[in-house]
């Protein structure tokens, strides 16, 4: 039997058309929604087939997780977002696919109704390349997207469930590594939202941040382990979903620009804390350094994008060169930026981070 747990914080506009596919399914199934703070909408909401857990305070993701899969009985664990697009058929494909594997990620495509969506739209692509190339070579997975994955209930009671971390999908994806066959399902494919504002993108993706240095310092033995028997996978995993970084170790190995860009990302990271340091950091890149740096963007970018467009196809992603273009020259430096400034705030000047969706 499948064991449907679909977390949700007050209330989703997708929540009842999620509920209407899935009880439609002629599958053994059962369907849990833990409800934090719900609001008026949801305490009337009722479904066949459907129980619903209704906490009067926030628990979190991770606790409402776990609750749900406590409240559960089958073998197989289904954890969808509320705020998933899901196709007929979806219990029938896990249910088969479930049959030889232990951890099984869905394809995941996001609902492009903002710009900004647009651009992220690439970023969802890097990570479904990244667990596509893994279930075809190793058949590991060192994280999942947590919107929509399934995973067998012996394994999840193994690793102990989902801990209270800013990326709990993540990091219970990384338990499995030694423990379970991964799986990666092309379709039918899952559609999620993405932040619609900078505003928005930007809380999303410091708490993604935080969750993935977290994740890095927490799991790094086993992540190096990782890096050690699989090199070769290791290095497309990294370099895919992270293209800037491929452009920041080119212009930091070119010896005229060494000096200068470590200086820069040095004083873009302090300037966080100290904001006029950044006229500084303006201050020492020279037209001759931005024109080099830009011209390595450039033939980086070069390479990216037959690799970009072949995955895309292959996978059933659209592809629009403009799009890839903003991805790649605005939100991939923007995103390694914020990785790097947090991995200063966690290993080089600890303090507090706060997070939403985690109880303090």
């Known amino acids: 039997m499948i ?72 073998d197989v664990l289904l954890f969808l977002d509320a705020d998933t697009e899901v196709k007929e058929g979806i219990l029938k494909k896990v249910e088969e696919e479930m049959k030889d594997c232990d951890i099984l990620e869905l394809r995941k495509e996001i609902i492009k109704d903002s710009k900004i969506a647009k651009v992220i739209y690439y970023d ?35 690793v102990g469930g989902f801990r209270e971390v800013p990326t709990e999908d993540m990091d219970i994806a990384i338990r499995t590594f030694e423990r379970g066959k991964f799986k990666y399902l092309v379709e039918p494919v899952v559609k999620t939202e993405a932040p619609s504002t900078v505003r928005a993108l930007i809380k999303q993706r410091k708490r993604w941040s935080i969750g993935g240095i ?62 006029p340091l950044l006229s500084l950091f303006l201050l020492i890149s020279p037209p001759v ?27 059933g992603y659209e592809f629009h060169i403009h799009e890839f273009l903003a991805y790649y020259f605005i939100y991939s430096p923007f995103w390694l930026l914020l990785l790097l400034v947090v991995m200063f705030n966690v290993f080089i000047y600890p303090r507090k981070l706060k997070v939403d969706w985690v109880p303090t």
Request: contains cysteine; aromatic residues 12%.
């Open 3 to 74: 064991s449907v747990i679909i977390p949700v914080y007050r209330n989703s506009k997708r929540l009842k058309s999620i509920l209407k596919v899935l009880t439609k399914e002629k599958v053994k199934k059962e369907i849990i929604v833990v409800v934090d703070e719900p609001d008026e909408e949801v305490k009337r909401m009722k479904f066949r087939g459907v129980k619903f857990v209704l906490n009067g305070k926030r628990i979190g993701k991770p606790r409402a997780l776990n609750l749900g899969v406590e409240l559960s009985k089958g």
């Open 124 to 158: 969802y692509i890097a990570a479904n390349v990244t667990n596509w190339f893994m279930s075809k070579t190793i058949k590991r997975c060192v994280g999942v997207n947590g919107a929509a994955f399934a995973m067998k209930r012996e394994l999840f009671e193994e």
């Open 214 to 275: 977290i994740y890095i310092r927490d799991h790094y033995e086993e992540l190096l382990k990782g890096i050690a028997k699989h090199p070769i996978v290791a290095l497309f995993v990294i370099f895919t979903y992270l293209p800037a970084l491929a452009w920041l170790l080119l212009s930091l190995i070119t010896p005229e620009g060494f000096f200068m860009t470590l200086a820069a990302i040095i004083l873009a990271v302090i300037s966080n804390y100290f904001p």
């Open 289 to 315: 350094v931005l024109l080099k740096n830009i011209l390595l963007g450039l033939f980086i970018f070069m390479g990216y994008l037959p690799i970009f467009y072949f995955f895309s196809r292959k996978l």
